[in-house]
């Protein structure tokens, strides 16, 4: 059973940053798509940025220009960069993994993100 272990949460003021970092307990042939979604109470759980196998990146529109999304393929991880974090990141941050050969959804249990001051 492939697990997905995500790190790097946690409380952070406005205007700080932070990086997650989510790794497959054992390698995956083929992921295809890398993403981070993210869910704050009383919300849907929402995209906030995908990287395909290829390189292309997605952001949602209230994230671009201050979250990055990056890859290791050999290591099976994936990254998220965040700066100038604003109160409204707050949530519960979640990765996933997508094998489209397999037509397969890999999660993560997911990491508290807290912009407060």
């Known amino acids: 059973q492939v697990q997905l272990v995500e790190s790097g949460g946690g409380l952070v003021q406005p205007g700080g940053s932070l990086r997650l970092s989510c790794a497959a307990s054992r390698s995956i042939f083929s992921i295809y798509r890398m993403s981070w979604y993210r869910q704050a109470p009383g919300n849907e759980r929402e995209l906030v940025a995908a990287i395909a196998s290829g390189g292309r990146t997605t952001y949602a529109d209230s994230v671009k220009g201050r979250f990055t999304i990056s890859r290791d393929n050999a290591k099976n991880t994936v990254y998220l960069q965040m700066d100038s974090l604003k109160p409204e990141d707050t949530a519960v941050y979640y990765c996933?993994?997508?094998?489209?050969?397999?037509?397969?959804?890999?999660w993560g249990q997911g990491t508290q993100v807290t912009v407060s001051s």
């Open positions: 996933n993994f997508y094998v489209r050969t397999t037509v397969t959804n890999y």
